[in-house]
């Protein structure tokens, strides 16, 4: 178990602005995987950060913790109209994923922000808290298809159905948002390639948010089959920039030589969040490529040697 001395050192890493963008990325998933509260404080303190993919990622990283202390940052983030839309989009995904409904009619409140993808990925927080407070935990408990990436997701898989009832469910866009996503993470649970292709159909639905899932999922998948259509994603400079760098950092966790041509062109990118987000896919295509145990393996036996 590592001690306080560790988590500070790992911190240390995340918060210095003069150490590379894939490192600092490396520290903050070395502190996801530690936990804790020490951890959690020296995350809350890098939103301070001028790169809204890092901020993107540090509330990302607390919702998956799904621990309480992170919940006073993660509303000031979510407050905070200063702050890039993706940043304040992944912070109120963050309260839903850590499930307590004291943040109820906060989430509520901002389902009517002005910025589309806060008050979509609100209305979803939302969703998810009332599915857990009418029992959906004892629905997952019975629920077949498990999620093989263990990740919070802010929908629970749909009960089993056919790819193609699955796709239509997905692709439905009279249906709310949170049913989408129910059809979203049951095809991504299923993992087949017909799955993939299913999925790479909501590259061309209307919102943005649903699109930048979709990306999403597609990397969980790492599946070769979805390479195309988040090539052609990440191509499109029309495309809003959220959903951009989903695509890129899909690329990059699928890790195929196919993927390298492609994010080395768009590292120079006009648009910042998808210029740093092909830089950090990079590297993650070469710890895909690798013989290291985990993305951040290494982080804290080196600080331990400095």
């Known amino acids: 178990m590592a001690s306080d001395q560790d988590v500070t050192a ?12 894939s490192t600092r990325f490396r520290a903050l998933f070395t502190l996801r995987n530690l936990g804790g509260g020490e951890a959690v404080k020296w995350i809350s303190q890098a939103f301070s950060d001028e790169s809204a993919l890092l901020k993107h990622e540090l509330a990302y990283c607390l919702g998956q913790m799904q621990d309480e202390r992170a919940i006073p940052v993660l509303e000031r983030v979510l407050g905070d109209a200063e ?28 389902s009517k922000d002005p910025v589309i993808e806060v008050a979509e990925t609100c209305q979803l927080a939302v969703r998810r808290l009332e599915w857990l ?7 997952k408990a019975k629920c ?5 990436y263990s990740s ?23 249906l709310p948002l949170f049913e989408r996503y129910r059809a979203m993470f049951a095809l991504r649970n299923l993992g087949s390639e017909e799955a ?50 989903e695509c890129a ?39 895909e490529n690798s013989a290291q145990f985990q993305y951040a393996d290494g982080l804290l036996r080196v600080n331990a040697a400095q």
């Open 10 to 21: 790992v911190g240390r890493i995340l918060v210095d602005v003069q150490q590379e963008l």
């Open 83 to 110: 702050q890039e839309p993706m940043v304040r989009h992944e912070a109120g995904e963050a309260l839903g994923a850590i499930g307590n409904p004291k943040v109820l009619d906060l989430l509520k409140q901002y």
């Open 133 to 139: 407070m009418s029992g959906g935990d004892e629905e």
């Open 144 to 148: 077949t298809d498990s999620n093989p």
């Open 152 to 174: 919070v997701d802010p929908a629970p898989p749909a009960q089993r159905k056919s790819v193609s009832e699955l796709r239509t469910q997905l692709l439905d866009e009279s």
């Open 196 to 245: 993939v292709l299913a999925l790479g159909d909501g590259l061309q639905c209307s919102s943005a948010l649903f699109r930048h899932e979709i990306g999403y999922v597609l990397g969980q998948m790492q599946h070769g089959a979805s390479i195309p259509q988040l090539c052609a994603a990440l191509e499109n400079k029309s495309e809003n920039a959220m959903v951009r760098h």
């Open 249 to 287: 950092e899909a690329l990059g966790s699928i890790g195929q030589d196919s993927c390298l041509s492609i994010l080395q062109r768009y590292r120079e990118d006009s648009e910042r969040v998808v210029k740093e987000s092909c830089e950090v896919a990079l590297d993650m295509l070469e710890y």
